[in-house]
């Protein structure tokens, strides 16, 4: 993004090619400069002999402008060929950057008024075969539209105009030639006041015949001269005064205004919204992250001291959504494309494409090149977001455990049992009991009052009233790299006792990940007979009644970015899927019905416990995999996704299930059987649409054998982040431990206090938001998360910033 | 929407002006009659005298293709502006239906192929000005469109494709003359096979110089005739047997494969998705209502035994989220502009300029035509859906209740019994309590297990194991239309004796409405007494603690669409916060802390306990208010939105608080003491932006002294639905009664089961499903939701439909 206070920069495009896209650029400088402005022109790329180019035309007619031409191709064709014919192939995507950086340069060294004239029509492939308009997307700059005077020119100028809006350009006019004939001025006039306040300006000069598009070319070239320059006089004059003059003040509000609204953006939000999960005492309107736009991996940002927009990292993946950057125009094309369709329809009893297709790629039913994330699962619930995809997940596991163990076709004392307990008090002697979920110790599934439910007490959860934390929590042993070592380490638990010292050590993160050879070592022993042991004393000693195993496979983020032993899920699972026996005799006291036996169904019944995966922040390439089910080497009856799964553009998630668990809630043709959980908004189209296009990029990301990951080790733990780096990082003094995998990489910075309350890594997040980089705090842990597609450029760099702070 | 298995109908579209759309028609109906299919031609609206048009032309080289203009302007000049001088005035949106009426009547009578030639280009103005590609909407035909081969035709290519496909149309095929020089078949063909799966064809004839373009103009007609003759026998065969005829060949296959689509898609949801708020066990394959596209009122879905589509009215507003209809273009833009400029930003500290402009909307701060829904409040919450946003307005309530009434500053033991209780038991003695809600009989506030809870128990909460229904539920008197008349009907309470009799009766809506007026009535003081009696005894008497009262005001939805009467409610609320004493007593026992002085506090802050308004599905003008504050007369203290909020395109809610509320988490700069709650798209752009387009469309139509209600009755009750209608129903048979308010027509059937359980109503709506009106049911209520730009055609068939099933 390019805002400068000191400059009012404007790119002109054109709405097709031969509209008088270089007339009205070279007359914009011209009343730029008549207003006392200091004015500098630019042709990013040029096609045809240099002596016809647009740089030269303003030489002549413009002279006191400064005019500059940074790509110049001798052929009069588009860029893209031009570029073909002259290197013989096609450029690659460097030179995409080069242009850009050589855009953004220019942009820095100017003041006044910058021009900045693209070449053809809107869509005019860039040299290297980009769309133009997707090329100059980095720089957002303000844009004047040329619009067509011809026949047909409505047309083009609107489809032109709704490309460039669909980039999210902010179109300040439209100029164009006045057309008594067509009358495309008055109609376009008109309709783009009216519908998205953009101002057409019908201009011309002195011409042939009267007062409109240039004079023809005459005999001579002087006389050619001579007639332009009276053309252009008029131009900026205007035959009533309301000539471009009108339009350069026109221009000047508008970037004024565009200032003054980024000025008071974060004070005035400051001031009147409720930011999520954040404590407003602790913050100053200056502290206030004013994003104009975002880019790729990064905001463009508010710097109130230089009054610019600076380009920030955005170091957190927007709260963990991005996978593919901001603002991707096909995640945006595909989102506009089912809204056109659609709308939104409602869905039950109901069915739309988007909605199918996803379903059909979650479950496999239409392949992809990686394994279906559900190809366990035979159903999708779809929702909002990851908390209520968690709710659903709780709904579904917890209902099916309730009619498994303890029927409804029960005696009434059953029947009367298993109502949930409105008020607390005690049934048949004993005291009432919860249906609890079995869990890990700094687990988070969302912040409604189910999804709070189903994680452990914290300080937090002290504050809310309704928050009964209706489980048990183990406290699981994790993979932290530590001087340069991939260790164990197990968290003091009251469970059982690993000791403190390591309970292994790895030379590498692929071997830690090697699960099913881990299966036979001695520690899976260990871990085996420990959690036996603790479920036998919570179901049988403490009479605790399970109704689900929740977990976050593999890093739990919330909770701290906690890289669990994936062993340790992998035993903790297939033990409670051993157990049946336990669970079955939770209600024994008052048992009536009996279990179904263990053998004799089929395999994709669930077994002990529904096992509920919240893949919403581990899924989906975050962690390097489609599901974290590649790394255990099992399947859950029970899934999550969100995030991700929408591409980082809308709200949507999904609840997968298996067989076993849908058929649960049509036993009987009751309605009150049914799963009674629903939003508006289920299913949505423009959502759907939205994460069949996420998950065809990630499809065709997988596909190319280029895609480094893929190269390097494919199936395997791997990271976008360096491992020597992370080795570096695990051994520098006030770094605890470090860990990448996938996309995200962690730091857990030495601090005695810890937790997600410690304040210990402010400094750190203050020090590296001066370096453009903007991170998230999570107590003493800082990570970074990147997208699936960030320049090596950028990784380097924040790597680089990282660890000269963590040395400093 | 048009389709049909007996009809292979296409609508040929050009990028531009002059870009061979005609004769690709013209190609595309000649190789279709070589494939041996019938084929007719349409043009819709023509331009230009008549033996120039494009009919005539298909006339003379394809004669065996019948041909239709609808209409026919002499002047070759855009069809706007041709129609204006034809009659001297811009023809109303009248003649677009009738243009869309008569494709329509066209379509069904053809058999083969049906093509459908369009005007200039993609955005050439209809006769009434609107944009063709958004006139042509409604029947979203199979798309054919014809790109431009010229320099720059690649960006005015991919520009009218990008228009045309956001507004949901199918391109199935591009077509050019292939250009050496210029290569815009090769670059448009990698591109959209590349991005959007669209096959390119570059297709010509024999013609001047080779083989492309057609040839230029021959001396006489009959040579001129002759060539073009030559020339279209080349462009159907093409030079190696590629030409249209392969082109037919690929569309017959798109047919077919849509059709195939469209046969599945019922069946295939049915089979792996998961419905909302659905039991399963009571469809069938057949009974999904596949639904191919949506436009205005109506779904396009998929009829089995005519494979075709209906137009079918969604009598629901796709569960109460539509306000201006399906894929309004507004809206796809909007969303669209947001998308290419942001994507998905993260919230917390941050700002962005469409959740600021939102927010100061909503509060006021940005001037609307009609009162801001939260003129009272300071803040806006973002989150994901109206049960997220409830979820937010409980903790936002309770945890204001439990700050004043049982402040943290207190004993040890008093910051003991505050503590969430984790599980049940005793403390001090007493019972530990829950902080309940106190709330209406009959209320719905979502799905998560916080907002559940917030209702009275029922059949269906039963089955969810962690419902608690945490508050006491008073039985509102509701009003109801029966033989005729407005009654205020209490229905039994434990609490108090209405007795059987109405409460009173009303000549007009008007006058039930009008609360400040009835405040000074008997029933007033009656209600006074029976809400203070009952407050005191269960605080009192019961030693209940209440941290809200909340409400859905003027109608509860989903509980079967009770009209309460709004006297009550106000009452309720009035009462509520004079009783600051009672609640300020509810931890007397324990107490150590004094209650803030009744006194002495700005008038904006809260009292008694904080008043939470669910507006998700009353507000923004459902009801034909902005906000029920209008009707009520009072304001609350947290207010939720969602649902029209962000126009029925994607999920969206909000939750609005006024200051005192807002302070109470930030008393401290504790972490702990903030509002914990997060999701990750919160104030996503793309929602934020839709809905203030959303506001900026209602805003346009109360400026709008046309707009019905406004001229009929504004600020007073009134309703999309006839009240003579309503009243009629209300004398029918089988009809106990009837309502009408805003957009929303309620019946409700004698029966005396009742209750959303019911099946009473199915009947009934299986024959209006057989009439092309789909509802939803809701027990023994009937219910039908219209947008606020329902034709009143729409209306009066509706209500034509209804009244004569319901005196059959």
Redesign the interface.
Known sequence: MALFARVRAHQVFGA???VGKTIFATGLALASAAAGERVAYLKPVSTGPAHEADASHLATFAPQVASTTLVQFSDP??P??AATQATGALPDEAQDAQIIHGVRQWLMQQHGTAIVETA??????APS?L?QADLL?PL?LPTVLVGSSK??G???T???L??L?????DIDAVLLFPSE???NDV?LGRLLEE?HGIPVFALGGPSDGGWGAPPIRAPTTAEDVAAMRTYYAGLVAGRDGGGLGSVVRHLQKRHTDRLA?LRT??T???E????????????TPQ????????HGDT?ATYNATSQSLDATL?G?A?????CF?????????A???????????????????P??DL??RL?G?QPLAFPAPGSWA???????????AM?VA??MA??SS?RRYAPQAGSKATQQRI????A??SLGGR??R??EVLGLQGSYH??????M?ACE?S????????????GYWLAPPALATRNGQVDIVAPPSEDWDFGTKPLGSFASMEEAYDVEKRLGTPLADEYRAAINATLERLVIVDCRRF?ALVLEPLVMGAGGMVFVDPLFQRILIDVVRAREDLFAMQDAPLRDAVSPAADGRSPSEWRGLPVVFDEVFTGLFRLGYASATEVLGTTPDIACY??ILS??????SV?L?SSSI?DT????????????????????P??CAVANETLSLLDEMVRRKDWAPFQAQWGAAWSFWDRAFVERLSRLDGVASAMALGTVLKIELADAAGGY?STAAEGLLAALRSEHIHL?PLGNVVYVMCSLNTPQAILSQTQAALEAQLRS
């Open positions: 097709d090619t031969d064709v588009s893209h060929l053809g029509g809107v869509h005019s492939p075969g769309s997307r957002r026949l047909g409505i047309g083009t609107r489809a032109a709704e490309s809006r669909m980039r999210g350009y004939r067509y009358g109609y519908e609204e953006l974060g005035r939000t400051y009147q919204c409720w930011w999520p999960f954040t404590q407003h005492a602790r913050y502290d206030v992250m004013a994003i104009d736009s975002a905001f955005d957190s927007s709260w963990w959504t991005q950057g901001h603002a991707h125009p096909r995640l945006t094309q989102a506009a494309y089912a809204a056109g369709r659609y709308g939104h329809v409602l869905f039950p009893g109901a069915a739309n494409q909605a199918l379903a059909e479950l039913t035979s159903r999708v619930f779809f929702s909002d977001d990851g908390s209520t709710e709780l709904k917890i209902q309730a109502r949930p307990g409105r607390a008090g005291p009432e919860e249906w969302g912040d409604t009052i189910g999804a439910d007490p300080t937090y959860s002290d504050h809310v009233a309704w928050y009964r934390g209706r109704g969100a995030k591409g980082g553009l809308v709200p949507l609840t299930a849908f809630f049509r036993q009987t043709p009751e309605k009150v059987h049914a799963l009674l959980h629903g939003h508006s908004y289920t299913a949505h423009v959502g309350a998230r």
